[in-house]
């Protein structure tokens, strides 16, 4: 199996999402703004993909990176569903009903691709499972996003997150284009490269914001408050993804967001209204 500096980048930018989103939920002990469909989905991409790790072995360094990933989410996955962090669960903003919009037409939209490529008598369920992977994939950020849509404030690392997943796929996006030129006997898979492309997009206004709103107030290099010291918090809060003022870590950055935010925030959680009032934003 062909390995690039471009593959590994982007390996280890899925890796890093993923100690990120570990991070996140043992330090801040809640899950706000974190999808559980989105890693349902993720999960179910893996074990699906995955299969070959009982057939077939590439190296010791793709088999690793493969078990660590199933493991990874279904520990994700066990964080969120028991205590403490399953009792301030909000299942009320993740409600995409991710088997019947995801799962399920992914399934069929596989099948028929199989089929029409394959036929029967070359039929392969190994490659069946594979292909709906691959088209899971795509779409399987979908709940993660409305999530963040929903929530409107986003946390540094669920926010660091969604950005190191998409620099995965990103990085992938790159390494088929640099294997299709150094690789003669590449062989060119459209599929892939549809979804791959799709999933890039998805995350292209989350990236735009990001970008813009980190340049803004410095992200991820602490506020400074009043007395001179940094206040360095990975679990503070990001940005509001409706928008934000540029001037946001100034001595009214708490009747800002409250303003913002509205209604809906003075009703909300009361950690989180507790933390800005205390300017612990980044």
Same mark, same amino acid.
Request: charged share 15%; hydrophobic share 50%; net charge positive.
């Given at each position: 199996?062909?390995? *690039? /500096?471009?593959?590994?980048?982007?390996?280890? $930018?899925?890796?890093?999402?993923?100690?990120?989103?570990?991070? +996140? =939920?043992?330090?801040?002990?809640?899950?706000?703004?974190?999808?559980?469909?989105?890693?349902?989905?993720?999960?179910?991409?893996?074990?699906?993909?995955?299969?070959?790790?009982?057939?077939?072995?590439?190296s010791l360094y793709n088999s690793i990176l493969k078990i660590a990933y199933i493991v990874a989410t279904i520990g994700i996955l066990?964080?969120?569903?028991?205590?403490?962090?399953?009792?301030?669960?909000?299942?009320?903003?993740?409600?995409?009903?991710?088997?019947?919009?995801?799962?399920?037409?992914?399934?069929?939209?596989?099948?028929?691709?199989?089929?029409?490529?394959?036929?029967?008598?070359?039929? *392969? /369920?190994?490659?069946?499972?594979?292909?709906? $992977?691959?088209?899971?994939?795509?779409?399987?950020?979908?709940? +993660? =996003?409305?999530?963040?849509?929903?929530?409107?404030?986003?946390?540094?690392?669920?926010?660091?997150f969604i950005l190191f997943l998409g620099l995965y796929r990103f990085f992938y996006l790159i390494n088929w284009i640099y294997r299709s030129y150094h690789e003669p006997r590449y062989r060119h898979h459209f599929v892939v490269y549809i979804c791959g492309i799709v999933q890039t997009l998805l995350y292209a206004d989350f990236f735009y914001q990001y970008c813009q709103i980190s340049r803004k107030c410095g992200c991820g290099s602490g506020m400074r408050h009043g007395d001179g010291e940094d206040e360095d918090d990975d679990t503070g809060l990001i940005f509001e993804v409706a928008g934000i003022a540029p001037k946001i870590n100034t001595a009214g950055a708490t009747e800002h967001l409250l303003s913002s935010i509205g209604q809906d925030f003075e009703n909300g959680d009361s950690e989180l209204r507790s933390r800005v009032q205390d300017g612990n934003i980044l």
């Open positions: 199996m062909s390995m *690039n /500096i471009f593959r590994r980048s982007g390996d280890m $930018s899925h890796a890093v999402a993923i100690v990120l989103l570990i991070l +996140q =939920l043992y330090r801040a002990k809640n899950a706000r703004g974190i999808s559980v469909k989105t890693q349902e989905l993720r999960l179910l991409v893996f074990v699906t993909r995955y299969l070959d790790l009982f057939t077939t072995f590439y066990a964080m969120i569903k028991t205590d403490p962090i399953k009792s301030v669960y909000n299942s009320d903003q993740d409600s995409f009903p991710h088997w019947k919009f995801a799962v399920a037409p992914c399934a069929v939209i596989a099948f028929l691709t199989h089929l029409i490529v394959t036929g029967f008598a070359r039929f *392969n /369920i190994m490659e069946l499972l594979w292909t709906f $992977s691959i088209y899971l994939e795509s779409i399987a950020i979908l709940p +993660q =996003l409305l999530v963040v849509q929903k929530y409107r404030i986003v946390e540094n690392l669920t926010g660091k």
